[in-house]
């Protein structure tokens, strides 16, 4: 193998899907596969590629790629889930284009078997479509939206690097440590320094910085809700009982007069 130095090393093209899955348990809820999703994903919206950590206020949630309810294949399996924030899975919703249409390139990108820049192009803050498929996509989930420009806007700041800007934390891994964000070049460096023994353990100390800089800790999984859940239904129905009455205003019934 040639010896390379550091940054070329980490010079990578974006060609190829960003999404890795890994092998999961078949068979079991949807919603169970939520930690392996996120960490797929990179923390990221499959669509919007925004990541936890920067989505703030929004919620993630797991989109079925073929809607629910679609039977001809097993939607609740693995490799139909994406992981997605709450805008572009709410903008999603039941889209499925007919067979057609889908023949003619008009879906939904997906991250584990798409390549990106295969598909969309960068205009400042804007993404432009390069083929049918980022067509359909941008129009169907608003991928201009403002608060998308917003995030590019924001992103263009933390770093130049155009992939970046586009395809969000995904990119990170495939550009030169010198246009990494600041704020996590050094960690970035030290993963490379201390795994400086194959090219493959230090791809993967980059994927865990990365991955790390992308996740949102208010989203992990709480160990202790359950136990706590049972303790204020607890407390709760003590004061219920000392104090009895409507506790909850009546859902407006379908069968209210
Ligand atoms: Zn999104």
Redesign the pocket.
Known sequence: MEAKDDNSSVVKSMHGPLVKRSEVTAGLAYSDYRNELRYDFYYS??????TEYEAAG?RFTIDHYVPQGNTEIDVHAYENLMY??D???LRKGNRHPPASAQEAGFRFFRPDKDALLEHFSASGVRVNHVTNTGYYTIQS?DLNRQS?RRLREYRERLAETHEYVVAGIHALRHVRIDRFPKHVRTQVLNAIKSAQEAANEREEEIETTLRDFARSPLLDRDPDAETRAKERTRELDQMKALHPGAWRTPRKAANSA
């Open positions: 919206c499959a669509y919007c590629t925004i929004i997605a924030c805008e572009c899975n989930l998308l």
